[in-house]
């Protein structure tokens, strides 16, 4: 089952099963080495429950085309951008539906030098040419060689790279891990830092078992929270500390409860939201 409407601008995001199962994770895998030709992939996969059939598929989609594929495991997205970049490989693809609900799966596929493939680039050709693959039996026999690799090592390698860590001054930092990949990319990484870590939710858990609401980014949280703590400077029946959230400069004003001016007129004529609970 692979539902056409499954293959958006950029990645293949669909519900499991009623959009896309293994049969149509196999289509997909095959269709992506007869659309690229790519001699040499690799494939990846996420915490989520579905991804490992998912992954299968698709990997056995791709070596039954003729395709040696080298099997990640769980990793990351970027750890599939990288294993393709570093080892020169032809193309790769992760299992993964990113930021969406549990219920749903997907694939972010590249091309040679970690290229994303997408709409422009020939995803459309990918999808067309699974639907025709759909339903078909398969092949069978594994026409390409499959082997696992460890792109761990040399991953770790490559993002400590990027600074120095004889200067990193010890640090203690609270981590949430939220459940996903993090708490398995992070730990190889933490442990070669002089940081002390308090660990939220590190197990992978494709349930997504902590059952929030909604989800932020980390600045969108600290957004948030300024914005929680003007609203209850706010109260004050005088005057209240607000920050001009629409003039360039972000002036910390003294702003009374009437006002709608941050008092700057001869420099700053912005003006912002009165506090709440003004009139």
């Not at 080298?70 to 080892?87: C, I, R």
């Not at 398995?184 to 494709?206: I, Q, S, W």
């Not at 600045?219 to 607000?242: E, F, G, L, N, V």
Request: with cysteine; charged share 25%; aromatic share 8%.
């Amino acid at each position: 089952m692979v539902d056409p409407k499954v293959f958006k601008a950029y990645d293949v995001r669909g519900m499991y099963p009623g959009e896309i199962d293994e049969d149509g994770a196999y289509a997909i895998g095959r269709a992506y080495v007869q659309q690229f030709e790519p001699r040499r992939v690799a494939v990846g996969r996420d915490m989520r429950l579905s991804s490992p059939g998912i992954g299968a598929a698709v990997v056995a989609g791709a070596s039954d085309e003729g395709a040696e594929v080298l099997d990640l495991g769980l990793v990351g997205t970027e750890m599939v951008y990288f294993a393709v970049g570093s080892l020169g490989l032809d193309g790769g693809v992760m299992v993964t539906a990113s930021h969406n609900p549990k219920e749903y799966t997907g694939m972010k596929i590249v091309r040679r030098g970690a290229l994303p493939v997408g709409g422009e680039s020939g995803l459309l050709d990918v999808r067309d040419r699974a639907l025709g693959l759909v339903g078909s039996d398969r092949l069978g026999g594994g026409a390409g060689r499959v082997s696992s690799y460890d792109i761990w090592p040399a991953y770790v390698d490559r993002v400590l790279a990027f600074i120095d860590i004889s200067v990193v001054r010890p640090l203690k930092v609270v981590i949430d891990a939220a459940n996903g990949m993090a708490g398995t990319m992070l730990p190889p990484v933490l442990e070669r830092l002089p940081v002390d870590a308090v660990r939220y939710f590190f197990e992978p858990d494709g349930s997504f078992p902590r059952k929030a609401r909604i989800s932020v980014s980390p600045s969108t949280a600290t957004r948030i929270a300024a914005s929680s703590s003007m609203t209850a400077a706010s109260s004050s029946p005088a005057i209240s500390r607000r920050r001009c959230w629409l003039s360039s400069c972000w002036r910390r004003s003294r702003v009374r409860r009437s006002s709608t001016t941050c008092g700057r007129r001869g420099r700053c004529r912005r003006r912002f939201a009165r506090p709440v609970g003004s009139r």
